[in-house]
């Protein structure tokens, strides 16, 4: 699945999200998310979950792409130049695996 040109901005939730899918984002941009940017999970359908993120994206939330844990960070491929990845907290405490890139 390719998302080209697309602005997701001041949703409750997640500005994209990836489920059990391989997804190209092109042009991309999200800010003001609750939940952040993009969120890339596995599903029980696939063991094919991966997102590509182009140099045109660009994210503005704290958690920019994540996913709901290291364990299924280590299931998904990830191909973002210039984003480091760490475990961290979310604002409830929950740890979350997140792909960050500083401006």
Do not use: H, P
Not at 38 to 48: A, E, I, M, P, R
Not at 58 to 75: H, P, R, W
Request: with cysteine; charged share 20%; aromatic share 6%.
């Amino acid at each position: 699945v390719r998302i080209e040109n697309v602005v997701a901005k001041d949703n409750d939730g997640v500005g994209v999200l990836v489920n059990d899918s391989a997804v190209t984002l092109s042009n991309v941009q999200t800010s003001g998310n609750g939940w952040g940017g993009v969120n890339v999970d596995t599903g029980s359908n696939t063991n094919d979950t991966s997102l590509t993120v182009d140099a045109a994206c660009a994210f503005g939330e704290a958690f920019q792409i994540y996913c709901d844990s290291k364990a299924m960070a280590e299931e998904i491929t990830v191909t973002a130049d210039g984003y480091t990845a760490a475990e961290t907290a979310d604002q409830n405490e929950n740890m979350r695996y997140v792909w960050t890139k500083n401006a």
